[in-house]
C-alpha cells in the first residue's frame, strides 16, 4: 500500500526483440505518465505491461534527470548494488535546454524556453509544458510549426481521446501548445475554438477531525509530526510545506508567510499556537539552516518523503482510507466550514482566487446533513 502510491519508478532490464531496454515500472501518476511519454523511443509492452526505452547511458542519465525531485527511481532490480534515490540538487529550466536526445528528436524552439524563463513559471509547470509540448512536435515531425494549423490540431487531440488518455492530460497538451501560439509567438486567442474535455466534478476527498488527530499521534518523530500538523492546521499544499523557510514562520503575528504559491501568489495563513511549540522543540533538535525541513546535506526535504510520512502514519493510525498530504489541505477547509468560518476567509487561507473554487467544500461538509434526519427514523422500525 505505501509503495502502491508513491512516487516510484522502477527500473528493470528487459530484452526485446533482441535488444536491451529499460522497463520504468510505475503506479498511475499524471506528472510520471507526462514525463515517461516525454523519454525517447518510449514505447508499451503488453507483453510485460511495462513501458520501455532503449537501454542507453544517455537514457539512463536521462531518467535521473528528469525524475529529480519528481519520484524515487528504485535502481534495485537494474544494477547489482541497490540504488534507490536519485541525485536531489535542483535543476532549473536550462538543463533542459541543454539536453542530448538522439537524432530526429525534436525539442522545444529556444524561445520556448526563454518564455518559460522570463514568466518565472514555476519547475513543476515548466516540465509539464516542455515534456507535453515535445510529444506534440515530435508526432509532427518535420512540420514548421507556424504551419499546423488549428484543424490538424484538433484532429491531434482527437486521436488523443481515441487512444482514452486522461482529461488531464489532454487538457495539459491543449495548455503547452497555446502557451506556445499564444504566449511565445504573441498570437492571443488563436485556438479559442479548440474545445476542453468536459472536466469531472470530484468531490475533495476529507478525513475527520478525530483521524487528524490519530495521524499526528502516529508520526515516528517531532518533525515527522511538524509536517503533518503544518501540513493540516495551516492549509498547505505540499509544495508550499517543502518551500517554508525559518524566516517564513512569524511567531508574532501568529501568521505563516506563503511565498510563490500556486499561480505565483503570495498570502498569509494561520500559525497555530500548539504547532508553534512543536517547531520550537524540533528547531533546538533538528537545527534546519535555510528551508524549515530540509534533507540530508542541507537540501530542500522531498516531497516524495512527505507522501511517505503522511502513508506511513496513516497505516500505523489504522485508518483504512488511503490518505495524501493534499487530503490534509482538504480536510482543512472542511473543517473550518463545519465550524461556520465564512467561506470568504477560508478562500483567502487557501489562496483561491474566487470563493467558486472554495463552494466545493459545501458539497462535504456535513454540520447541515448531520441535522436533517432520514425518514427511515420516523418508522421506528424494530
Not at 518564455?115 to 516542455?130: C, D, F, G, H, V
Not at 488563436?190 to 508520526?219: A, C, H, M, W
Not at 506511513?312 to 482543512?332: C, D, E, Q, Y
Request: aromatic letters at 10%; glycine letters at 4%.
Amino acid at each position: 500500500m505505501k509503495e502502491k502510491h508513491s512516487r516510484i519508478v522502477t527500473l528493470k532490464h528487459l530484452f526485446i526483440n533482441q535488444e536491451k531496454k529499460i522497463g520504468l515500472k510505475f503506479y498511475p501518476n499524471k506528472i510520471i505518465q507526462t514525463i515517461v511519454k516525454g523519454l525517447p523511443q518510449v514505447k508499451w509492452s503488453k507483453e510485460f505491461e511495462i513501458a520501455y526505452i532503449p537501454n542507453t547511458t544517455q537514457n539512463i542519465d536521462l531518467i535521473f534527470d528528469n525524475f529529480r525531485q519528481i519520484a524515487w527511481v528504485n535502481c534495485s532490480h537494474f544494477y547489482p548494488k541497490k540504488i534507490s534515490t536519485i541525485n536531489m540538487k535542483p535543476i532549473s529550466v536550462n538543463y533542459y535546454r541543454n539536453r542530448k536526445f538522439a537524432a530526429g528528436y525534436r525539442t522545444c524552439p529556444e524561445e520556448f524556453y526563454q518564455k518559460l524563463e522570463l514568466k518565472n513559471y514555476s519547475l513543476n509547470t515548466a516540465r509539464i509544458y516542455i515534456s507535453m509540448f515535445e510529444i506534440f512536435i515530435n508526432h509532427h515531425g518535420r512540420t514548421e510549426l507556424n504551419s499546423i494549423d488549428e484543424n490538424s490540431i484538433r484532429n491531434y487531440l482527437l486521436s488523443l481521446v481515441r487512444e482514452e488518455k486522461s482529461e488531464s492530460y489532454i487538457n495539459q497538451m491543449i495548455n503547452s501548445i497555446k502557451f506556445y501560439y499564444e504566449v511565445v509567438m504573441e498570437m492571443p486567442n488563436r485556438f479559442y475554438s479548440i474545445e476542453r474535455p468536459q472536466k469531472k466534478k470530484q468531490l475533495p476527498k476529507v478525513i475527520s477531525k478525530e483521524e487528524i488527530g490519530d495521524l499526528i499521534q502516529n508520526t515516528n518523530n517531532i518533525k515527522h509530526k511538524c509536517i503533518i500538523s503544518l501540513l493540516y492546521s495551516a492549509g498547505l499544499r505540499r509544495g508550499e510545506l517543502l518551500n517554508l523557510k525559518l524566516e517564513d514562520i512569524d511567531s508574532k503575528r501568529m501568521v505563516i508567510t506563503i511565498n510563490g504559491g500556486k499561480g505565483g501568489k503570495d498570502r498569509i495563513t494561520l500559525l497555530s499556537e500548539s504547532v508553534l511549540n512543536d517547531l520550537r522543540i524540533y528547531y533546538k533538535e533538528w537545527k534546519p539552516n535555510l528551508y524549515l525541513f530540509e534533507g540530508k546535506a542541507g537540501v530542500k526535504y522531498s516531497g516524495a518523503s512527505v507522501v511517505k510520512i503522511v502513508q506511513n502514519a496513516a497505516v500505523k493510525a489504522n485508518i483504512r482510507k488511503t490518505v495524501t498530504p493534499h487530503m490534509l489541505r482538504h480536510s482543512f477547509a472542511t473543517h473550518l466550514l463545519e465550524d461556520g468560518t465564512d467561506l470568504r476567509y477560508i478562500q483567502v487561507l487557501l489562496g483561491h482566487n474566487s470563493t467558486q473554487t472554495t463552494e466545493i467544500y459545501t458539497q462535504v461538509a456535513t454540520t447541515n446533513i448531520k441535522a436533517i434526519k432520514s425518514p427511515i427514523d420516523s418508522l421506528y422500525l424494530q
